[in-house]
């Protein structure tokens, strides 16, 4: 688990914690010195490039469900998380988007583009003849490849009422996308953010498309990578002779 996933765990068990002795007055423990804030380092690491995440989206050898996903996750800009907590019934597929709910309750909203939407209906088509008709319409829209066994069955919500399948957890995906890319989740959402920079997006806009709340923590992921300095070096060329 990672450093700052484990520092907002332990600072929401000490609020949850104080919480409880100061208000109701139960009695409850504290958290143990021992179990201190982990050191969180910044993310250093070099954006995929645009050609290389194009390269390996577009491999043949990709199923039609990791296609989809990791396609979703980059036009998106969004977490694997976010990306597999949608259920079929939020896509407004007509206009291309998905709301999520934040942690304050409001609705926030995701937006895809051309290759993520070619490639839904897809994904939602069920086999011919299922009496359920041709497409999925309700449940998680990310399924899992087999049926849960009765003693791991989680709750309806994250079943699919059309094929009994659950959601697709995030591990799987982690696992999956290491096997398929030597990447992890993370470095398809962290690209698209630089590659809008390099477009000469606007950070307000960067900062809307990936909803983070401090400009900050989107500009440490604009870094230009080699493709984009190697483009603007032909600025610095001298002038062409007129022949």
Request: charge should be positive.
């Amino acid at each position: 688990m990672r450093a700052s996933d484990v520092n907002r765990n332990r600072a929401a068990f000490s609020s949850w914690l104080t919480w409880c002795q100061a208000k109701k007055n139960w009695v409850a423990p504290s958290v143990p010195a021992d179990a201190e804030r982990r050191r969180e380092t910044v993310d250093r690491t070099k954006a995929v490039s645009k050609t290389t995440i194009d390269r390996l989206l577009s491999r043949r050898d990709l199923p039609l469900r990791e296609k989809t996903l990791y396609r979703m996750l980059y036009e998106t800009a969004a977490s694997a998380a976010e990306i597999l907590s949608l259920n079929v019934e939020d896509l407004d597929l007509e206009n291309r988007r998905a709301p999520l709910r934040s942690k304050g309750g409001d609705v926030e909203w995701v937006y895809w583009d051309a290759g993520t939407a070619r490639l839904l209906p897809r994904l939602l088509r069920l086999p011919d003849g299922h009496p359920d008709g041709p497409f999925r319409t309700r449940g998680p829209l990310f399924l899992a490849d087999r049926k849960p066994v009765p003693a791991r069955r989680p709750g309806p919500e994250d079943i699919c009422p059309h094929t009994g399948r659950p959601r697709l957890g995030y591990d799987r995906v982690r696992a999956l996308m290491e096997r398929y890319f030597g990447l992890d989740p993370h470095q398809l959402r962290h690209p698209a953010a630089t590659h809008l920079a390099e477009q000469k997006v606007p950070l307000q806009l960067i900062t809307a498309k990936t909803r983070h709340k401090n400009p900050r923590t989107a500009m440490r992921y604009n870094r230009p990578g080699a493709e984009a300095v190697a483009e603007i070096t032909g600025i610095l060329a001298p002038p062409r002779r007129r022949h």
